[in-house]
């Protein structure tokens, strides 16, 4: 035992130890505590990136609702102005109805009407509003407007008709989401080919069915398609591609926004697609009764009320039934007359003058020629 | 679905006449004058399957006669559009039409001369 008192690598040992130990402990301490800072720094690291990104985020967020804000306004105005024009072309077009340049006349109003549409559209994409108000149509007219929306609108061919209308509120959307599905469909598909129009009647509802003889889509396509269509994922204005690829965003936005759906994820008979929109139950109503509706501006016109109680009850059915033969009567013409504006008979009249003058003056052997 | 503020209560048709006509070129009304007389043709079949433009123009006249312009008046409707849908109804053999009235009453005088004529030799 004594030897190993004199040996100096006992010693050391014996100083070693305690020593090596006191290293190792500090050391360990030092380490836990370096491994705290580390996980400390590393989470306010994540703090801090989680910070950034949102201010990222809501930067990105703002210049969003900025850009909306202002698109929306300025298409608010793009819309008003489109639906003014619509009403002044409407009025020329009943104006000069017999004249040669109706034609042009129309073909102005075709344009006005994609006009609108367009400005309609975008201001869907920013939360905006139709701007338009409707009566309760059938499905049958909301298609054929939907149809007047588009550049090439001979092409589409609406093959049924349905006995179910649409409610007011939905005729606008409804229209804009079928404009926007026949533009689809008349781009990618040849010009020759037409769009197949079917509305059909499902234990859900109305299903309106737009089927081209296109291209079809990919499955990547069809993808995009069904995330825009669900509605579920906010869509930025930022986002929209150049050029801007509105469509599907825009139908997506509506069809959520009013709760109808719409799905282009079937072939369509003829190879291309196949789009279906379902309007369910809540959105229908039954037949509207007068077709062309032209009931607004009568009491209006009328300068009593008890009189126009009796004549705008009488008359509608005996405008439309019993029509009686223009030569002796001249009071019951009159009568008809009080219920249009006095623009509208002034210049019906006038026509009417204009037509009879012609006839006077032409010579009377063509006469029998003309007609059948 | 009304918007807040500046909403044109003037509304004008959901159906444009554009898309009642289907785009076709308005002929130059060389068929149908103003005055043209216009009835429904008696036995109607299938009107069901037509526009619904077009059903109400047949019923309209299913009552009488009625000249063009009077139709394009009830129905709202440019003259232009009214002859387009005329012409294609009249194809279809759903309307007839007849000549204006006043151009036959101008080759009465003759008649008349005799009337005078009979007259002033039995009582002048």
């Known amino acids: 035992m004594s030897q190993y008192l004199q040996d100096p690598a006992l010693w050391g040992l014996v100083v070693g130890a305690p020593l090596a130990a006191t290293v190792i402990y500090r050391g360990r301490k030092s380490n836990a505590k370096l491994r705290l800072e580390k996980t400390e720094l590393e989470s306010r690291h994540t703090e801090l990136e989680d910070t950034f990104s949102d201010a990222v985020e809501e930067a990105r967020l703002r210049a969003e609702d900025a850009t909306k804000t202002a698109l929306k306004s300025a298409m608010r105005t793009l819309q008003g102005l489109a639906n003014e024009q619509q009403l002044a072309i409407s009025k020329v077009q009943g104006k000069y109805g017999d004249q040669q340049f109706l034609q042009d006349l129309l073909e102005i109003d075709h344009m006005n009407s994609q006009f609108g549409r367009r400005a309609q559209s975008v201001s869907v994409l920013c939360d905006g509003w139709l701007g338009r108000q409707r009566t309760v149509a059938s499905v049958y007219d909301v298609a054929r407007s939907a149809k007047g929306r588009i550049r090439h609108f001979t092409r589409v061919e609406i093959r049924s008709q349905t006995n179910f209308a649409v409610i007011s509120q939905v005729v606008e959307p409804v229209a804009l989401v079928l404009a926007e599905l026949l533009d689809n469909a008349t781009s990618y598909s040849a010009p020759e080919t037409t769009i197949d129009i079917n509305i059909r009647t499902v234990p859900k509802g109305v299903c309106v069915i737009i089927d081209d003889a296109g291209v079809g889509m990919n499955e990547e396509e069809?993808?995009?398609a069904a995330r825009l269509l669900s509605g579920e994922h906010p869509v930025s204005v930022t986002e929209l591609g150049n050029p801007p690829q509105f469509g599907f965003a825009v139908i997506g936005v509506l069809a959520a926004r009013y709760g109808f759906s719409v799905s282009v994820d079937t072939a369509s008979p003829y190879g291309g697609v196949r789009a279906v929109v379902l309007l369910p139950q809540e959105l229908l109503t039954s037949m509207p009764e007068p077709q062309n509706a032209p009931v607004p501006e009568t009491p209006a016109a009328m300068p009593e009320p008890e009189e126009a109680g009796e004549t705008a009850g009488g008359l509608p059915k005996r405008r439309r039934r019993a029509p009686i033969a223009i030569v002796p009567e001249t009071d019951a013409a009159d009568a008809s007359n009080r219920a249009r504006s006095s623009e509208e008979t002034a210049s019906i009249m006038g026509a009417f003058q204009r037509g009879t003058q012609s006839g006077r003056s032409a010579d009377p052997s063509?006469?029998?020629?003309e007609v059948q | 679905m009304t918007a807040p503020d500046e909403q044109e209560p003037e509304s004008v048709g959901l159906v444009r006449p554009y898309v009642?006509?289907?785009?076709?070129?308005i002929a130059d009304g060389d068929r149908f004058e103003l005055v043209t007389l216009i009835t429904a043709a008696p036995d109607q079949q299938q009107k069901s399957r037509l526009d619904?433009?077009?059903?109400?123009?047949?019923?309209?006249?299913?009552g009488g006669y009625l000249s063009v312009a009077e139709i394009a008046g009830h129905m709202r409707l440019p003259i232009g559009v009214v002859k387009v849908l005329l012409s294609d109804l009249a194809e279809g053999g759903h309307i007839l039409t007849r000549a204006p009235v006043p151009a036959a009453q101008l080759t009465d005088i003759q008649?008349?001369?005799?009337?005078?004529?009979?007259?002033?030799?039995?009582?002048g």
Request: net charge neutral; hydrophobic share 30%; proline share 3%.
């Open chain 1, 222 to 224: 069809k993808s995009r």
């Open chain 1, 366 to 369: 063509r006469e029998g020629f």
């Open chain 2, 20 to 25: 009642i006509t289907n785009g076709r070129e």
């Open chain 2, 52 to 62: 619904p433009e077009k059903r109400s123009l047949v019923e309209l006249c299913e």
């Open chain 2, 111 to 123: 008649v008349l001369q005799e009337v005078l004529d009979g007259l002033q030799a039995r009582f």
